[in-house]
């Protein structure tokens, strides 16, 4: 499966905006979907990661209640909403695939796909 990421930018400390990432290639449904984060001169960390039919999503703590996950199987597209926007959001957001949904939250180096990854800039 290929994926790219779009919809990052430049917003306000406080404000919103919502990623996207779509794939090709492959069944994107059987794949399980998620996001990380890389901010400059630190590690890549997961962010939210949502299930093959979407029932199932799972946060870090330092976007639970400000980002929703979401995916439209029709569409071959994973999104993650972010609201209320710290600058300590900033970083290059990448989408993952996995078929395994464990792996996902907990195993970046064994995902099946990466995206070339959007920068998100909060200013404050």
């Known amino acids: 499966v290929q994926l790219v990421e779009s919809g990052g930018g430049l917003v306000q400390a406080g404000g919103s905006l919502r990623i996207a990432c779509a794939a090709s290639?492959?069944?994107?449904?059987?794949?399980?979907m998620g996001w990380y984060r890389q901010a400059p001169g630190k590690e890549r960390e997961f962010v939210a990661a949502?299930?093959?039919?979407?029932?199932?999503?799972y946060y870090a703590d330092s976007v639970e209640g400000r980002f929703t996950i979401s995916r439209d199987n029709a569409k071959d597209t994973v999104y993650l909403q972010m609201n209320s926007l710290k600058p300590e959001d900033t970083a290059v957001y990448y989408c993952?695939?996995?078929?395994?949904?464990?792996?996902?939250?907990?195993?970046?180096?064994?995902?099946?796909?990466w995206g070339q990854g959007t920068l998100v800039t909060v200013s404050s």
């Open positions: 949502i299930s093959q039919s979407g029932d199932k999503t």
């Open positions: 290639g492959r069944t994107f449904s059987s794949y399980g």
């Open positions: 993952a695939a996995s078929r395994f949904m464990l792996l996902l939250r907990t195993t970046p180096n064994a995902l099946d796909a």
